[in-house]
């Protein structure tokens, strides 16, 4: 059995449909329609709840969103894989992630570290930036951020869900990590002058000092200290080292990553 954690996310939903024919089972806090899969309910702030759900030579998809006690959540569901005789832990980390690093590198750099030393089988994905999460921050036809003018990249989380299938369907590996991107890395500007023409109408980007950026993003209720943390980040995920593009996407799954092309073809509703 696959059991899938985080079933109901951007990427869970699409990888549940492609591991149909592999037996898996999603695991939802509440009853929902049209998954696309089995499901049953769990929650990571009972880990139990989703440690009483695995048997020997099953494999773990673990993801979720981030909140405060994550960390302990994650950890804890880890130590039951391992006791259960999971067979692999396939789990979503972030580009750079690593223990005492800001907001979410730090949270995942923390489970990560867990997860190497667990002596279960593991796949750690680190990708970029996710395409699906910018139309939210796209409000009235302005882009706002501190990344300045340099690339970064995103990448489509149906390329994640491509990835986790096939690693979770495939002969389990050694333990590794895999750096995740999109095909290519294009400043703020250049996004939102692809969005423009996928829209139709103007969309333009607005660069920010951290300063202004932490305040604009507390005025939209982000408190502190995490409006200045995500101010910062954007400034140091802005700064040319998320520009690198890997080839692993197609490596793992044998197509090219998603453009924004591509993501805009299907997405232009998210803008509304
Ligand atoms: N956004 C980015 O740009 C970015 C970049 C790199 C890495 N990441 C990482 O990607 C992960 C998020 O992946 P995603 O975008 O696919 O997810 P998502 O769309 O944010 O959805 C979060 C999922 O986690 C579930 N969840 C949250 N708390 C839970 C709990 N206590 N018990 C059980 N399920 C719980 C949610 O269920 P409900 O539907 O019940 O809420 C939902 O299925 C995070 O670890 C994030 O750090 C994000």
Same mark, same amino acid.
């Given at each position: 059995?696959?059991?899938?954690?985080?079933?109901?996310?951007?990427? /869970?939903?699409?990888?549940?449909?492609?591991?149909?024919?592999?037996?898996?089972?999603?695991?939802?806090?509440?009853?929902?329609?049209?998954?696309?899969?089995?499901?049953?309910?769990?929650?990571?702030?009972?880990?139990?709840?989703?440690?009483?759900?695995?048997?020997?030579?099953?494999?773990?998809?673990?993801?979720?969103?981030?909140?405060?006690?994550?960390?302990?959540? @994650?950890?804890?569901?880890?130590?039951?894989?391992?006791?259960?005789?999971?067979?692999?832990?396939?789990?979503?980390?972030?580009?750079?992630?690593?223990?005492?690093? &800001?907001?979410?590198?730090?949270?995942? /750099? $923390?489970?990560? $570290?867990?997860?190497?030393?667990?002596?279960? %089988?593991?796949?750690? =994905?680190?990708?970029?930036?996710?395409?699906?999460?910018?139309?939210?921050?796209?409000?009235?036809?302005?882009?706002?951020?501190?990344?300045?003018?340099?690339?970064?990249?995103?990448?489509?989380?149906?390329?994640?869900?491509?990835?986790?299938?096939?690693?979770?369907?495939?002969?389990?590996?050694?333990?590794?990590?895999? =750096?995740?991107?999109? %095909? $290519?890395?294009?400043?703020?500007?250049?996004?939102?002058?692809?969005?423009? /023409?996928?829209?139709?109408?103007?969309?333009?980007?607005?660069? =920010?000092?951290?300063?202004?950026?932490?305040? @604009?993003?507390?005025?939209?209720?982000?408190?502190? &200290?995490?409006?200045? $943390?995500?101010?910062? =980040?954007?400034?140091?995920? /802005?700064?040319?080292?998320?520009?690198?593009?890997?080839?692993?996407?197609?490596?793992?799954?044998? @197509?090219?990553?998603?453009?924004?092309?591509?993501?805009?073809?299907? @997405?232009?509703?998210?803008?509304?």
């Amino acid at each position: 059995m696959i059991v899938i954690t985080g079933a109901t996310g951007n990427i /869970g939903r699409s990888l549940v449909r492609r591991l149909h024919g592999h037996d898996p089972l999603a695991v939802v806090r509440r009853p929902i329609e049209d998954l696309g899969g089995p499901y049953t309910l769990a929650d990571f702030e009972q880990p139990r709840t989703i440690g009483g759900l695995l048997s020997p030579g099953d494999r773990l998809f673990l993801n979720s969103g981030l909140w405060p006690g994550v960390v302990e959540a @994650h950890r804890a569901v880890i130590d039951l894989a391992a006791e259960a005789g999971v067979a692999q832990i396939v789990a979503v980390s972030v580009r750079d992630a690593a223990p005492g690093a &800001p907001l979410g590198m730090g949270m995942h /750099g $923390e489970i990560d $570290e867990h997860l190497r030393k667990s002596g279960v %089988p593991y796949a750690i =994905l680190q990708p970029t930036g996710f395409m699906q999460t910018l139309p939210r921050d796209v409000r009235d036809g302005t882009l706002y951020g501190a990344y300045g003018p340099a690339p970064v990249n995103y990448i489509d989380t149906r390329d994640l869900a491509d990835v986790a299938a096939a690693l979770l369907t495939a002969p389990v590996g050694p333990g590794r990590e895999y =750096l995740l991107t999109g %095909p $290519e890395s294009l400043s703020h500007e250049a996004i939102a002058a692809e969005i423009t /023409g996928a829209l139709g109408r103007e969309v333009r980007y607005v660069n =920010l000092s951290v300063a202004e950026m932490a305040a @604009h993003l507390e005025r939209q209720g982000v408190p502190e &200290p995490f409006a200045g $943390e995500l101010a910062r =980040l954007q400034a140091r995920t /802005g700064d040319g080292s998320w520009a690198p593009v890997t080839t692993v996407v197609r490596e793992l799954t044998g @197509h090219a990553p998603r453009s924004w092309q591509d993501f805009l073809a299907g @997405h232009r509703d998210a803008f509304a």
